[in-house]
T-cell receptor
Framework: SQTIHQWPATLVQPVGSPLSLECTVEGTSNPNLYWYRQAAGRGLQLLFYSVGIGQISSEVPQNLSASRPQDRQFILSSKKLLLSDSGFYLC???????????FGPGTRLTVL | RKEVEQDPGPFNVPEGATVAFNCTYSNSASQSFFWYRQDCRKEPKLLMSVYSSGNEDGRFTAQLNRASQYISLLIRDSKLSDSATYLCVVFAGGSYIPTFGRGTSLIVHP
């Protein structure tokens, strides 16, 4: 069966510090991968998605970036965090054929 | 107009009640539809896909109305454990990009 991992589960970072969040998927190949952010009390905002290694599409302009160095690995990064980057970051995957998305447990980021 | 709209609620219902949520979408090219459940401070979890002919899974029934461009979720015999936020998700045909509604909050009380 497929599983999706995210770490860390929680993170507290100072403004201006770098960020690296990692997501890995097991039990499938060639998944479509997604990064979302959910601010407190808000809906899900799609940040990036990827349909293959090295292929990244950005949905919103921001100081975040994403990379997909391996088929089942998706990384979200920032060089300098802003207060507004605080939120719940979720990674998700779908198979190529179906749009059913499966989410990782998320990383709760607080920028102080 | 937002692409996918949901009544945020909260819907406050007693145990055993039947409750229904709607989700409207604006893109007539939408092809894939899903309902997710999200518990407080947790990730969304797939509840059910929505098929053109409608589908049922236990106490949950999902329906699609293409003419009026909405999907619905009906929950029968509500349980305390059904308390959560219910998100609808829509994909346009051939698109990898989902559009999420903001969710409808359900509170089931004793």
């Amino acid at each position: 069966s497929q599983t999706i991992h995210q770490w860390p589960a929680t993170l507290v970072q100072p403004v201006g510090s770098p960020l690296s969040l990692e997501c890995t998927v097991e039990g499938t190949s060639n998944p479509n991968l997604y990064w979302y952010r959910q601010a407190a009390g808000r809906g899900l905002q799609l940040l990036f998605y990827s349909v293959g290694i090295g292929q990244i599409s950005s949905e919103v302009p921001q100081n975040l970036s994403a990379s997909r160095p391996q088929d089942r690995q998706f990384i979200l990064s920032s060089k300098k965090l802003l207060l507004s980057d605080s939120g719940f970051y979720l990674c998700a995957w779908t198979s190529g054929s179906w749009n059913e998305q499966f989410f990782g447990p998320g990383t709760r980021l607080t920028v102080l | 107009r937002k692409e996918v709209e949901q009544d945020p609620g909260p819907f406050n219902v007693p145990e055993g009640a039947t409750v229904a949520f709607n989700c409207t979408y604006s893109n007539s090219a939408s092809q894939s539809f899903f309902w997710y459940r999200q518990d407080c401070r947790k990730e969304p979890k797939l509840l059910m896909s929505v098929y053109s002919s409608g589908n049922e899974d236990g106490r949950f029934t999902a329906q699609l109305n293409r003419a009026s461009q909405y999907i619905s979720l009906l929950i029968r015999d509500s349980k305390l454990s059904d308390s959560a936020t219910y998100l609808c998700v829509v994909f346009a045909g051939g698109s990898y990009i989902p559009t999420f509604g903001r969710g409808t909050s359900l509170i089931v009380h004793p």
